[in-house]
């Protein structure tokens, strides 16, 4: 018998009929069953980070270093809708050099999150690209194990918004544990 059986059967063994059947239905959103209570084996996380993404705390490596020969897969990806309204608004050069600019802040932040990573011991494969932020991370993640995303990925955050809309949809769309930095 599991802990969540066990504990609705202790908790209302003198409750009988629907009444029961009612309340294991109304504490299954709050508390694990047997089979949600296993832990998934995590070979791979995907990680994506973006202009918004500034830093990675260094607890988030710690906690990452737990999961034993898993590979991390980074992923920047410069966001295309922006870059289409850069174009339609300025000329070729600034266009160039914003560009440019969104690309060595992506190789910078990339190189330093491989860096810290491989220092706790993962192996990690990096990748930027320009694309559709949420469409290209919800497609990647049906390949990996475990998604791990910052707050602010994809848009600033405020104190009346904490998480950013992409991130939101990420974590009410996942079909994979997931970890909100």
Same mark, same amino acid.
């Given at each position: 018998m599991g802990y969540f059986t066990s504990l609705i059967q202790r908790k209302f063994k003198d409750v009988a009929g629907r009444r029961y059947d009612t309340v294991v239905k109304e504490y299954r959103e709050f508390l694990l069953t047997e089979e949600e209570a296993v832990v998934p084996e995590v070979r791979s996380i995907l990680m994506p980070l973006d202009y918004f993404v500034k830093e990675i705390p260094p607890a988030l490596y710690e906690t990452l270093s737990t999961y034993e020969g898993a590979t991390v897969s980074l992923v920047y990806i410069i966001d295309m809708e922006v870059i289409r309204i850069v174009e339609d608004s300025l000329d070729e050069t600034v266009i160039q050099d914003f560009k440019q600019k969104r690309e060595a802040f992506g190789e910078e932040l990339l190189a330093r999150a491989v860096s810290d990573l491989e220092s706790v011991g993962l192996p990690v494969k990096s990748r930027l690209f320009s694309g559709k932020k949420y469409e290209n991370i919800h497609e990647l &993640?049906?390949?990996?194990? &475990?998604? +791990? +995303?910052?707050?602010?990925?994809?848009?600033?955050?405020?104190?009346?918004s904490p998480l950013s809309s992409v991130t939101l949809k990420l974590a009410q769309t996942a079909d994979v544990p997931i970890i909100v930095y």
């Open positions: &993640m049906r390949t990996h194990d &475990m998604l +791990v +995303v910052s707050k602010q990925y994809g848009a600033s955050t405020t104190e009346i």
